[in-house]
Protein backbone atom coordinates (compact mmCIF):
# COMPACT_ATOMS: atom_id res chain seq x y z
CA UNK A 1 0.00 0.00 0.00
CA UNK A 2 1.14 2.91 -1.33
CA UNK A 3 2.05 6.57 1.62
CA UNK A 4 0.07 9.24 1.21
CA UNK A 5 1.80 12.83 0.84
CA UNK A 6 1.42 14.17 4.25
CA UNK A 7 3.42 10.91 5.41
CA UNK A 8 5.40 11.09 2.33
CA UNK A 9 6.95 14.63 3.84
CA UNK A 10 6.71 13.71 7.10
CA UNK A 11 8.88 10.81 6.91
CA UNK A 12 11.52 12.97 4.78
CA UNK A 13 11.16 15.62 7.24
CA UNK A 14 11.90 13.73 9.94
CA UNK A 15 14.65 11.76 8.05
CA UNK A 16 16.57 15.18 7.46
CA UNK A 17 16.17 16.03 11.43
CA UNK A 18 14.04 18.35 11.25
CA UNK A 19 11.35 19.90 13.44
CA UNK A 20 7.92 21.64 11.99
CA UNK A 21 8.99 24.53 13.57
CA UNK A 22 12.49 24.37 11.61
CA UNK A 23 10.80 23.69 8.33
CA UNK A 24 8.21 26.59 9.02
CA UNK A 25 10.96 29.24 9.60
CA UNK A 26 12.62 27.91 6.39
CA UNK A 27 9.53 28.04 4.76
CA UNK A 28 7.83 31.05 6.17
CA UNK A 29 4.65 28.66 6.25
CA UNK A 30 2.71 28.54 9.37
CA UNK A 31 3.55 25.36 11.58
CA UNK A 32 -0.49 24.79 11.68
CA UNK A 33 -0.40 24.43 7.89
CA UNK A 34 2.15 22.16 8.05
CA UNK A 35 0.81 20.05 10.08
CA UNK A 36 -2.16 19.78 9.23
CA UNK A 37 -0.50 18.85 5.57
CA UNK A 38 1.61 15.86 7.24
CA UNK A 39 -1.83 14.71 8.03
CA UNK A 40 -3.73 15.16 4.75
CA UNK A 41 -6.07 17.59 6.09
CA UNK A 42 -6.77 20.79 4.40
CA UNK A 43 -9.49 22.18 5.65
CA UNK A 44 -8.12 24.74 7.53
CA UNK A 45 -6.16 25.69 4.89
CA UNK A 46 -6.86 29.11 2.11
CA UNK A 47 -7.18 26.42 -0.52
CA UNK A 48 -6.76 26.68 -4.32
CA UNK A 49 -3.19 28.12 -5.34
CA UNK A 50 -2.21 28.77 -1.66
CA UNK A 51 -2.45 24.85 -1.14
CA UNK A 52 -0.27 23.51 -4.38
CA UNK A 53 2.30 26.50 -3.29
CA UNK A 54 2.42 25.53 0.54
CA UNK A 55 2.73 21.45 -0.79
CA UNK A 56 5.55 22.44 -3.35
CA UNK A 57 7.14 24.75 -0.54
CA UNK A 58 7.22 21.85 2.33
CA UNK A 59 8.40 19.38 -0.53
CA UNK A 60 11.08 21.23 -1.47
CA UNK A 61 12.48 22.19 1.89
CA UNK A 62 12.63 18.66 3.21
CA UNK A 63 13.95 16.90 -0.58
CA UNK A 64 10.66 15.68 -1.96
CA UNK A 65 10.70 16.31 -6.14
CA UNK A 66 8.08 19.50 -5.68
CA UNK A 67 6.68 17.87 -9.26
CA UNK A 68 5.80 14.35 -7.66
CA UNK A 69 4.32 15.90 -4.27
CA UNK A 70 2.11 18.34 -6.58
CA UNK A 71 1.04 15.15 -8.52
CA UNK A 72 0.25 13.24 -5.35
CA UNK A 73 -1.39 16.28 -4.34
CA UNK A 74 -3.74 16.27 -7.30
CA UNK A 75 -4.60 13.05 -6.64
CA UNK A 76 -5.53 13.35 -3.12
CA UNK A 77 -8.10 16.29 -3.87
CA UNK A 78 -9.75 13.66 -6.57
CA UNK A 79 -10.06 11.03 -4.11
CA UNK A 80 -11.92 13.63 -1.63
CA UNK A 81 -13.88 14.72 -3.64
CA UNK A 82 -16.24 17.30 -2.60
CA UNK A 83 -14.33 16.81 0.72
CA UNK A 84 -11.93 19.01 0.37
CA UNK A 85 -13.28 22.76 -1.41
CA UNK A 86 -9.94 23.66 -3.89
CA UNK A 87 -11.61 27.36 -4.44
CA UNK A 88 -9.65 29.77 -2.41
CA UNK A 89 -10.67 31.00 0.57
CA UNK A 90 -10.48 33.99 2.19
CA UNK A 91 -6.67 33.97 3.43
CA UNK A 92 -5.56 35.03 6.53
CA UNK A 93 -1.81 36.10 6.68
CA UNK A 94 -1.00 33.02 8.77
CA UNK A 95 2.44 32.43 7.22
CA UNK A 96 4.32 33.14 9.96
CA UNK A 97 7.17 30.51 11.10
CA UNK A 98 5.43 30.58 14.65
CA UNK A 99 2.66 31.80 16.35
CA UNK A 100 4.70 34.10 18.57
CA UNK A 101 5.51 36.17 16.04
CA UNK A 102 2.93 38.43 15.82
CA UNK A 103 3.19 39.19 19.49
CA UNK A 104 7.06 39.68 19.59
CA UNK A 105 6.34 42.81 16.95
CA UNK A 106 3.95 44.23 19.43
CA UNK A 107 6.64 45.75 21.86
CA UNK A 108 8.98 46.72 18.90
CA UNK A 109 5.72 48.51 17.66
CA UNK A 110 5.51 50.52 20.47
CA UNK A 111 8.99 51.37 21.12
CA UNK A 112 9.03 53.01 17.84
CA UNK A 113 5.82 54.72 18.17
CA UNK A 114 7.21 56.37 21.44
CA UNK A 115 10.91 57.29 19.76
CA UNK A 116 8.79 58.99 16.78
CA UNK A 117 6.01 61.06 18.77
CA UNK A 118 9.13 62.06 21.36
CA UNK A 119 11.31 63.50 17.56
CA UNK A 120 7.59 65.13 16.69
CA UNK A 121 7.69 66.79 19.85
CA UNK A 122 11.36 68.16 19.82
CA UNK A 123 11.07 69.49 15.96
CA UNK A 124 7.74 71.04 17.47
CA UNK A 125 9.12 72.91 19.80
CA UNK A 126 12.90 73.66 17.71
CA UNK A 127 10.26 75.65 15.43
CA UNK A 128 8.23 77.10 18.08
CA UNK A 129 11.35 78.67 19.69
CA UNK A 130 12.97 79.49 16.48
CA UNK A 131 9.97 81.65 15.50
CA UNK A 132 9.73 83.30 18.81
CA UNK A 133 13.23 84.50 18.86
CA UNK A 134 14.07 86.44 15.45
CA UNK A 135 14.47 89.78 16.60
CA UNK A 136 16.50 89.16 19.82
CA UNK A 137 18.96 87.71 17.26
CA UNK A 138 18.76 90.07 14.30
CA UNK A 139 19.77 92.64 17.35
CA UNK A 140 22.82 91.16 18.49
CA UNK A 141 23.78 90.29 15.02
CA UNK A 142 23.64 94.57 13.54
CA UNK A 143 24.95 95.12 17.12
CA UNK A 144 27.97 93.17 16.53
CA UNK A 145 28.41 94.14 12.63
CA UNK A 146 28.18 97.91 14.20
CA UNK A 147 30.42 97.32 16.18
CA UNK A 148 32.55 95.91 14.21
CA UNK A 149 32.39 98.54 11.55
CA UNK A 150 33.62 100.76 14.15
CA UNK A 151 36.41 99.04 14.98
CA UNK A 152 37.40 98.29 11.26
CA UNK A 153 36.77 102.22 10.85
CA UNK A 154 38.96 103.36 14.06
CA UNK A 155 41.39 101.14 12.77
CA UNK A 156 41.54 102.27 9.40
CA UNK A 157 41.79 106.08 10.22
CA UNK A 158 45.02 105.47 12.68
CA UNK A 159 46.40 103.63 9.58
CA UNK A 160 45.49 106.80 7.65
CA UNK A 161 46.49 109.05 9.76
CA UNK A 162 50.26 107.20 10.60
CA UNK A 163 50.65 106.92 7.04
CA UNK A 164 49.85 110.62 6.33
CA UNK A 165 52.39 112.10 8.66
CA UNK A 166 56.30 110.59 8.88
CA UNK A 167 58.74 111.35 11.43
CA UNK A 168 62.25 110.88 11.62
CA UNK A 169 62.43 109.23 14.80
CA UNK A 170 63.38 105.85 14.18
CA UNK A 171 63.16 105.96 10.74
CA UNK A 172 63.78 102.28 8.82
CA UNK A 173 65.42 102.42 5.31
CA UNK A 174 65.83 98.96 3.65
CA UNK A 175 68.18 98.77 0.19
CA UNK A 176 68.18 95.26 -1.52
CA UNK A 177 69.43 93.58 -4.56
CA UNK A 178 67.11 91.65 -6.35
CA UNK A 179 68.88 89.56 -8.72
CA UNK A 180 73.16 90.32 -8.18
CA UNK A 181 74.82 92.00 -5.73
CA UNK A 182 75.17 95.55 -6.07
CA UNK A 183 77.81 97.57 -4.67
CA UNK A 184 76.82 101.05 -2.78
CA UNK A 185 78.28 103.97 -1.10
CA UNK A 186 76.23 105.34 1.88
CA UNK A 187 76.58 108.22 4.41
CA UNK A 188 73.98 107.72 7.48
CA UNK A 189 73.73 110.38 10.14
CA UNK A 190 78.04 110.69 9.32
CA UNK A 191 78.55 107.14 9.63
CA UNK A 192 79.96 106.16 6.28
CA UNK A 193 79.43 102.74 4.38
CA UNK A 194 81.04 101.24 1.11
CA UNK A 195 80.22 97.50 -0.05
CA UNK A 196 77.83 94.62 -1.18
CA UNK A 197 74.37 94.19 -1.47
CA UNK A 198 73.33 90.64 -2.01
CA UNK A 199 69.63 89.09 -2.72
CA UNK A 200 69.91 87.86 0.54
CA UNK A 201 71.71 90.06 2.54
CA UNK A 202 69.78 93.76 1.96
CA UNK A 203 71.19 96.56 3.47
CA UNK A 204 69.58 98.03 6.75
CA UNK A 205 69.58 101.51 7.34
CA UNK A 206 68.44 103.28 10.81
CA UNK A 207 68.50 106.93 10.48
CA UNK A 208 67.56 110.21 12.36
CA UNK A 209 68.98 113.05 10.33
CA UNK A 210 69.85 112.46 6.56
CA UNK A 211 71.52 109.91 4.84
CA UNK A 212 73.05 109.65 1.44
CA UNK A 213 73.34 106.65 -1.06
CA UNK A 214 75.03 105.90 -4.46
CA UNK A 215 75.07 102.83 -7.03
CA UNK A 216 75.92 102.64 -10.12
CA UNK A 217 73.46 103.81 -13.04
CA UNK A 218 73.12 100.23 -15.02
CA UNK A 219 71.93 98.42 -11.47
CA UNK A 220 68.89 100.92 -12.07
CA UNK A 221 66.66 97.97 -12.56
CA UNK A 222 68.38 95.76 -10.26
CA UNK A 223 67.54 97.39 -6.32
CA UNK A 224 64.80 98.50 -4.47
CA UNK A 225 63.91 100.50 -1.46
CA UNK A 226 61.60 100.41 0.98
CA UNK A 227 61.06 102.81 4.30
CA UNK A 228 59.92 101.60 6.82
CA UNK A 229 57.81 98.67 5.00
CA UNK A 230 56.52 100.80 2.07
CA UNK A 231 57.84 100.27 -1.14
CA UNK A 232 59.13 103.56 -2.69
CA UNK A 233 60.51 104.28 -6.40
CA UNK A 234 63.51 104.40 -7.21
CA UNK A 235 64.84 106.80 -10.15
CA UNK A 236 65.52 105.29 -13.60
CA UNK A 237 68.29 105.15 -15.69
CA UNK A 238 67.40 108.36 -17.49
CA UNK A 239 66.12 110.02 -14.64
CA UNK A 240 69.61 110.47 -13.33
CA UNK A 241 71.52 113.78 -14.09
CA UNK A 242 75.16 111.98 -12.84
CA UNK A 243 76.64 109.90 -15.57
CA UNK A 244 77.61 106.80 -13.98
CA UNK A 245 75.93 107.18 -10.85
CA UNK A 246 72.10 107.50 -9.15
CA UNK A 247 72.42 109.02 -6.14
CA UNK A 248 69.57 109.54 -3.51
CA UNK A 249 69.05 112.06 -0.08
CA UNK A 250 66.85 111.51 2.36
CA UNK A 251 66.53 113.97 5.07
CA UNK A 252 63.77 115.73 7.18
CA UNK A 253 62.88 118.38 4.75
CA UNK A 254 62.50 115.64 2.05
CA UNK A 255 60.82 112.76 4.11
CA UNK A 256 57.23 113.99 4.01
CA UNK A 257 57.19 114.66 -0.02
CA UNK A 258 58.68 111.11 -0.48
CA UNK A 259 56.64 109.32 1.90
CA UNK A 260 53.73 110.91 0.45
CA UNK A 261 54.82 110.35 -3.06
CA UNK A 262 56.01 107.21 -2.73
CA UNK A 263 58.81 108.06 -5.05
CA UNK A 264 62.18 109.73 -4.43
CA UNK A 265 64.21 111.22 -7.05
CA UNK A 266 67.67 111.19 -8.20
CA UNK A 267 69.78 113.95 -6.05
CA UNK A 268 71.89 116.51 -8.00
CA UNK A 269 75.51 115.73 -8.21
CA UNK A 270 77.58 116.06 -5.29
Known amino acids: MSITLGEKLRQAREAHGLSISQVAEQTRISALYLSCIENDDYRNLPGGIFNKGFVKSFAKAVGVDEQEALHDYSQLIINQGSNVDDDPKTYRPEV?????????????????????????????????????????ANTTVNSNTSENFAS???????????????????????????????????????????????PDKPSILMLKENLKLSYAKAQAKNVQMTINGKQISLPSETESPNRNVIQLEIDKSKIQQIWESGKINSAAPR
Open 96 to 136: LTDDRSSSSMFPTIIFAAVILGLMTMGILFGVRYIQQTPTT
Open 152 to 198: NLSISNANISTQSSLSMDNLKVEFKALNSPVYISSITDGKKFNGLVT
